[in-house]
């Protein structure tokens, strides 16, 4: 009983122990591969810091491809998630039979395994046999199949696409669950004083959920700047070698396939860097509003 | 009230029905694939329901004796995984919890804090230096429960935001009384903050089961062997084949999909209190 005794004493002198457990799996699995990415990165050049690994990477063309595509796939993916959740949240906030089956329902794109949507959109687009490309055909939209995935000015739109369809479900349920904050007489009074639809969302809707928007978009910032599964498993970062690579994908090409590792340690070094600026702002909110 | 109502009542379910079959469709589409004969996929069947029902793709997927399609072992190891995950992220995600719920200590919030931003972490930035961790120090590799640890350093941090904010519902008056007692503080987690919050472990728990049966990057470089693959790992290399049976593939992705659901559904509003409770305390 000794034991168990000093335990709890422990626990009421220092409560912060019961986070050992926790901080010691995430160590063991997080602490050597981020220190190895830091160290491998400096590892060729001058003793100390050596750069250059640095100038191997920066010389890459291809690696400038992949940081233009982590904008544009990033920052369209942000937009389009966005705009289209909120738009969608509004509507499924109104009155309507079946509301509350279809909040739940709405979600189960986001549910299943990411390599699970690969298949169904794969099979959905696929260009001579696919429901897609076979509808359009025969309804007279398009005369030959378009190849969604291996077009080299389609495909970076159409991963967006995938990606935003398993996305905007979180997006929908998070920000319905901030519109449900918003109490049902702000919106009478609203009415009653003659505001429409849009002035209604405009000036209250808008501001009061804004707070909460922030933490709907540092989740999905997060998830879409490091996505890696759905533009591997479809298009291994192509057309064109570099049409769709994103550093993810450009960082585990570099390191598991061509075996450049130098250059998926350098690209993994400013993942690292924006995710550091990433955390500033993330703290700032998280814990700003609390003093 | 508005003349305009009805007609706005109808725009509303128009809209609705829209947004529903461009999130659903999908679905319907590989369950209606998966119950079509493959000669008919081939041909680009694009009838709304099978003319031709089959259940002979299902047969097939869970009578294969190729063991790179052999998805009831995808399944199970699947299963293994994800089932010793969520139980090591309950346990560690419990005592955490309990430590931000119940006790103030210094740098209490920026630790759960920290627990999501763990979560949020780009995990291709560990992927490589993580396998030559395992592989090259420790020797190991191509084992469920080594990949079962690797997600639960992922996963666990999440249980911890999201258990903290249902331990916070407890009534302080409970906790107080049984102070007063004289319970001591694993007592009371025992008695009455776990029992309390049971729903919301659940919820947790179903969201830490879900995000480690979706892992691709990490089951594909840690496991090796057709033998130990998890779903993932086994659609993603039926995908690469040189040729695709779509009927079969339909079906294997379906009931991946429909194992998730299952387990999710019951919890979806439960989840989202508590994720987002935790996420919005500032504002």
């Known amino acids: 009983m000794g034991l168990k005794k000093s335990i709890e004493e422990l626990i009421k002198e220092r409560p912060y122990v019961l986070f050992i457990p926790v901080l010691a799996l995430v160590g063991f699995m997080y602490v050597y591969p981020i220190s190895t990415l830091i160290t491998e990165t400096f590892s060729h050049g001058i003793e100390g810091i050596g750069l250059d690994n640095f100038a191997e990477t920066f010389a890459d063309g291809r690696f400038w491809d992949a940081v233009e595509n982590s904008i544009i796939w990033t920052g369209g993916n942000m937009a389009v998630q966005l705009s289209v959740a909120l738009g969608i949240a509004v509507l499924l906030n109104r009155k309507f039979k079946g509301r509350s089956i279809s909040q739940t329902l709405i979600l189960a794109p986001w549910i299943i ?24 055909i025969e309804l007279g939209i398009i005369a030959s199949p378009i190849a969604f995935f291996s077009d ?50 405009k000036d209250i809707t808008f501001p009061m959920i804004g707070p909460r928007l922030w933490f709907v978009g540092i989740i999905l910032f997060a998830w879409n700047f490091s996505s890696f599964d759905l533009i591997w498993l479809t298009t291994r970062g192509g057309p064109d070698v570099t049409g769709t690579t994103t550093l993810p994908v450009y960082i585990y090409r570099n390191m598991f396939v061509t075996f450049q590792r130098e250059r998926a340690f350098v690209a993994g070094f400013i993942m690292m860097l924006v995710v550091l600026i990433f955390a500033i702002f993330y703290f700032r909110y998280m814990l700003g509003g609390e003093e | 009230m508005r003349e305009d109502s009805k007609t706005k009542k109808s725009l509303t379910y128009v809209f609705v029905s829209i947004v529903m079959i461009l999130f659903i469709f999908p679905f319907y589409w590989t369950l209606v694939s998966a119950f079509k004969p493959e000669r008919n996929l081939v041909l680009g069947s694009i009838t709304l329901l099978p003319f031709e029902f089959t259940t002979s793709n299902f047969i097939e997927i869970f009578t294969a004796t190729d063991p790179a399609k052999d998805v009831t072992l995808f399944l199970r190891n699947s299963f293994s995984v994800s089932i010793m995950v969520t139980v090591i992220s309950i346990a560690v995600g419990i005592l955490a919890a309990y430590a931000i719920s119940d006790y ?37 590799r191509d084992s469920l429960i080594g990949l079962a640890l690797i997600n639960s350093a992922t996963v666990a941090p999440i249980a911890v935001w999201l258990i903290s904010s249902f331990f916070e519902n407890v009534p302080e008056a409970m906790r107080e009384s049984a102070a007063l007692d004289g319970a001591s503080p694993l007592k009371i987690l025992k008695d009455i903050i776990i029992p309390q919050s049971r729903s919301g472990i659940f919820a947790a728990a179903a969201f830490c089961f879900i995000y480690s049966w979706g892992d691709y990057l990490f089951a594909s470089r840690f496991i090796t062997t057709n033998r130990l693959s998890t779903v993932p790992v086994g659609l993603a290399r039926y995908l690469g084949s040189q040729y695709i049976e779509w009927g079969g593939l339909s079906a294997a992705t379906f009931i991946t999909s429909l194992v998730v659901l299952i387990v999710f559904f019951p919890f979806v509003k439960k989840f989202l209190r508590g994720f987002m409770a935790a996420g919005t305390k500032g504002s």
Do not use: H
Request: charged share 10%; glycine share 8%; proline share 7%.
């Open chain 1, 113 to 136: 395994p990411m390599a699970a949507a690969v298949v169904i959109w794969q099979w959905l687009l696929m260009p001579t046999i696919g429901f897609i490309n076979q509808s359009m």
């Open chain 2, 104 to 140: 103030l200590f210094k740098g209490r919030d920026f630790l759960r804090s920290s627990m999501l931003l763990v979560f949020l972490f780009p995990p291709i930035l560990i992927a490589s230096p993580l396998m030559y961790q395992l592989r090259g120090v420790f020797g190991w």
């Open chain 1, 152 to 201: 080299p000015n389609l495909a970076m739109g159409t991963l967006i696409g995938i990606n935003s369809w398993k996305y905007i479900p979180i997006g929908v349920v998070f920000v319905l669950a901030a519109l449900r904050t918003i109490p049902e007489e702000v919106y009478e009074a609203a009415s009653l004083d003659g505001a429409g639809s849009f002035r209604q969302f």
